[in-house]
Nanobody
Framework: QVQLVESGGGLVQAGGSLRLSCAVS????????MGWFRHAPGKEREFVAF????????YYADSVKGRFTISRDNAKNTFYLQMNSLKPEDTAVYYC????????????????WGQGTQVTVSS
């Protein structure tokens, strides 16, 4: 089993920044990729970014490229989502997720999930 604990959500004005964290515990040796998703009211859960535990290769959704950065600290078993130039349309519950496969941009390709953290961007 793998456990994920998120932190860092909140309320911010448009143009502002937030950093989300996701602490990973348990069978961390089985983790291959770590991702962030978001779920806004009335929409489906949306891929945001993922990073590979080893090597650090990253992938981003087009909607966040150039504004969001995913990173990881292997020593702390933690990964992050730095969100800059936030827009009201970034408002959503953000979830971290991990899996033992090397690639995946859909929620169905992630086995373990965090509890979610609310990010609200005011205009």
């Amino acid at each position: 089993q793998v456990q994920l604990v998120e932190s860092g959500g909140g309320l911010v004005q448009a143009g502002g920044s937030l950093r989300l964290s996701c602490a990973v515990s348990g069978r961390t040796f089985s983790v291959y990729k770590m991702g962030w998703f978001r779920h806004a009211p009335g929409k489906e859960r949306e891929f945001v970014a993922f990073i590979r535990w080893i090597g650090g290769i990253t992938y981003y959704a087009d909607s966040v490229k150039g504004r969001f950065t995913i990173s990881r600290d292997n020593a702390k078993n933690t990964f992050y989502l730095q969100m800059n130039s936030l827009k009201p349309e970034d408002t959503a519950v953000y979830y971290c997720a991990v899996d033992d496969a090397p690639y995946g941009k859909t929620q169905y390709e992630y086995h373990y999930w965090g509890q979610g953290t609310q990010v609200t961007v005011s205009s």
